[in-house]
């Protein structure tokens, strides 16, 4: 059985900066597309930041120069490093696995075959 358990997310004023963790369990993540999307209230989860197997990696216009995606594979863990938060950056952030490689969509969370509970990041301005 797979399992997605995020952590990271706080309240931090903007400027500041997160990272927020993916722990994997009853799945390799570094076999797959996993990806990292968003949830603001009243709004479509969309997509931030996705990386395949060769961690060929996408991102959202929104957060180019600001986010990192990684994955280490002996921790079986996927990060979301965000710097230079923004107040429109708040939302619900989710980990997301897929069970293809390759070509990982971003625009399409319905893709993806598992998720976590996501956990809440909240910027001030």
Known sequence: QVHLVESGG???QAGGS???SCAASGYTASNY???WFRQAPGKEREGVATINSVRITTYADSVKGR???SRDNAKN???LQMNSLKPEDTAMYY???GVWDG???LSNPYKYNYWGQG???TVSS
């Open 18 to 20: 997160l990272r927020l």
């Open 67 to 69: 986010f990192t995606i």
């Open 33 to 35: 597309c996993m990806g």
């Open 95 to 97: 980990c997301a696995a």
């Open 10 to 12: 706080g309240s931090v």
């Open 77 to 79: 863990t996927l990060y």
């Open 119 to 121: 956990t809440q990041v």
């Open 103 to 105: 070509y990982c969509y």
